[in-house]
T-cell receptor, first 112, second 111 residues
Framework: GAGVSQTPSNKVTEKGKYVELRCDPI?????LYWYRQSLGQGPEFLIY????????DSGLPNDRFFAVRPEGSVSTLKIQRTERGDSAVYLC??????????FGPGTRLTVL | EDQVTQSPEALRLQEGESSSLNCSYT??????LFWYRQDPGKGPEFLFT???AGEEKEKERLKATLTKKESFLHITAPKPEDSATYLC????????????FGIGTKLQVIP
C-alpha cells in the first residue's frame, strides 16, 4: 500500500513569509507525528495527533508554529513569519497508536 | 528530560567486518526503545522496538539488544548496502507520546 507522503518535497521562501507543509498519512493510521531534522541531527519531536486532536504539542518551538488535522487524516504544519533558523527537513510519521512509526520522505524548507 | 547519546558518530567498516553501534539513554521510565535506518534524502525506516532489559531482536544481519542503560545494534558481516545512518530513539513514561532521537551513527561499509 501507499506510504506516508509529504508535499512539497522542497520549499524555498523568504524570511517573514508564511508556509504550509502537508502530510498524507497511511490510510487507517490514527496517530500522526511531526518532526524537524536539522543537518547532522536526529529528528526533533514537534507535535502528536491522535485522530483530529493535538494530544501533545510540547515540541512546538514557539507560537509561530501550528498544526491541524481537521478530519483525522491529512495534516498541515503551518509556520508564520518564517526565520532563517526554521530551515530544516520537516518529517511526518504515522502509526497505529503505540506501534512503530512510518515516516514520509520529508519536506526540505529553506528560508532565505 | 529524556536523553539519547549515540556512539560513534561515524563508523567505517570493511565488508564482512562485524561491529556494534551504541545507544545510551536516560529516561524516567522506558516505554520503548527504537532503532531506525535513514538513507540520505529519505525519512527514517523502522527496524526494531525493544521494551525491556534483556530483550533482543534480529533482522537479517542486524541484532538489537537492550539493557537498563543502553542498547546495542550489532551488525554481522555487513555489506555495502548496509551503509546508512542508524538512529536510536526512546519513548518515556513522562513524555506522553514524545519520542526523543539521538543524532545517529553514520555507517559506511566499504567493498
Amino acid at each position: 500500500g501507499a506510504g506516508v507522503s509529504q508535499t512539497p518535497s522542497n520549499k524555498v521562501t523568504e524570511k517573514g513569509k508564511y508556509v504550509e507543509l502537508r502530510c498524507d498519512p497511511i490510510s487507517g493510521h490514527t496517530a500522526l507525528y511531526w518532526y524537524r531534522q536539522s543537518l547532522g541531527q536526529g529528528p526533533e519531536f514537534l507535535i502528536y495527533f491522535q485522530g483530529t486532536g493535538a494530544a501533545d504539542d510540547s515540541g512546538l518551538p514557539n507560537d509561530r508554529f501550528f498544526a491541524v488535522r481537521p478530519e483525522g487524516s491529512v495534516s498541515t504544519l503551518k509556520i508564520q513569519r518564517t526565520e532563517r533558523g526554521d530551515s530544516a527537513v520537516y518529517l511526518c510519521a504515522s502509526s497505529h497508536p503505540g506501534n512503530e512509526q512510518f515516516f514520509g520522505p520529508g519536506t526540505r524548507l529553506t528560508v532565505l | 528530560e529524556d536523553q539519547v547519546t549515540q556512539s560513534p558518530e561515524a563508523l567505517r567498516l570493511q565488508e564482512g567486518e562485524s561491529s556494534s553501534l551504541n545507544c545510551s539513554y536516560t529516561v524516567s521510565g522506558l516505554r520503548g526503545l527504537f532503532w531506525y535506518r535513514q538513507d540520505p534524502g529519505k525519512g527514517p525506516e523502522f527496524l526494531f522496538t525493544l521494551y525491556s532489559a534483556g530483550e533482543e531482536k534480529e533482522k537479517e544481519r542486524l541484532k538489537a539488544t537492550l539493557t537498563k542503560k543502553e542498547s546495542f545494534l550489532h551488525i554481522t558481516a555487513p555489506k555495502p548496502e548496509d551503509s546508512a545512518t542508524y538512529l536510536c530513539a526512546i519513548k518515556g513514561t513522562g513524555g506522553y507520546q514524545k519520542v526523543t532521537f539521538g543524532i545517529g551513527t553514520k555507517l559506511q561499509v566499504i567493498p
